[in-house]
T-cell receptor, first 110, second 116 residues
Framework: GQGVEQPDNLMSVEGTFARVNCTYSTSGFNGLSWYQQREGHAPVFLSYVVLDGLKDSGHFSTFLSRSNGYSYLLLTELQIKDSASYLCAVREPNYNVLYFGSGTKLTVEP | NAGVIQTPRHKVTGKGQEATLWCEPISGHSAVFWYRQTIVQGLEFLTYFRNQAPIDDSGMPKERFSAQMPNQSHSTLKIQSTQPQDSAVYLC??????????????FGPGTRLTVL
């Protein structure tokens, strides 16, 4: 199976940045995805990374280090509406099933 | 594109009753996934179909849960003899052929099951 770990909560300030961490220990790896989930809504896809390094997608950037089993989602120029849960998911190699972390609840304060 | 459709949005059952949840994947998507989400356990994989064939049901509780995909336009998740611990939001997701990429899964709004 896949052990995917995320901190439960993160707080930051509007206009600054937030880094959501994710660590994983896997029996196989075929990429890592990030999803945003607002209260009472379904997860929405943000990013997928499979190679090491930083993938800059503007407001959201993602970093992956496969040797360390580590990824982060970086949100810049935070807005209040970025307050949500952010879920990290490791993609299993054989059938591409996603194994999710418990999610990090990000609160952006004024 | 209506996205992934799930019905009902909310379902309340008594302990021991049966619950059937429905999912209509996005047209053209060949992979369908079922997940369960609770505050305690988070989002857990249950089962996966590819081109209507069951591929992996390793996350399914074997005794009371079953899933089917009789045609490409819908899948069902059936829970027999529901128990309070089955209370959760059941999420269905679909994607393009996961064998050739299809890394982005599109989730439906979920069915909130409450077992009294």
């Amino acid at each position: 199976g896949q052990g995917v770990e995320q901190p439960d909560n993160l707080m930051s300030v509007e206009g600054t940045f937030a880094r959501v961490n994710c660590t994983y220990s896997t029996s196989g790896f075929n990429g890592l995805s990030w999803y945003q989930q607002r209260e009472g809504h379904a997860p929405v896809f943000l990013s997928y990374v499979v190679l090491d390094g930083l993938k800059d997608s503007g407001h959201f950037s993602t970093f992956l280090s496969r040797s360390n089993g580590y990824s982060y989602l970086l949100l810049t120029e935070l807005q209040i509406k970025d307050s949500a849960s952010y879920l990290c998911a490791v993609r299993e190699p054989n059938y591409n099933v996603l194994y999710f972390g418990s999610g990090t609840k990000l609160t952006v304060e004024p | 594109n209506a996205g992934v459709i799930q019905t009902p949005r909310h379902k309340v059952t008594g302990k021991g009753q049966e619950a059937t949840l429905w999912c209509e994947p996005i047209s053209g998507h060949s992979a369908v996934f079922w997940y369960r989400q609770t505050i305690v356990q988070g989002l857990e994989f249950l089962t996966y179909f590819r081109n209507q064939a069951p591929i992996d049901d390793s996350g399914m509780p074997k005794e009371r849960f079953s899933a089917q995909m009789p045609n490409q336009s819908h899948s069902t998740l059936k829970i027999q003899s529901t128990q309070p611990q089955d209370s959760a939001v059941y999420l269905c997701a679909s994607s393009l052929d996961s064998g050739t990429g299809g890394y982005e899964q599109y989730f439906g709004p979920g069915t909130r099951l409450t077992v009294l």
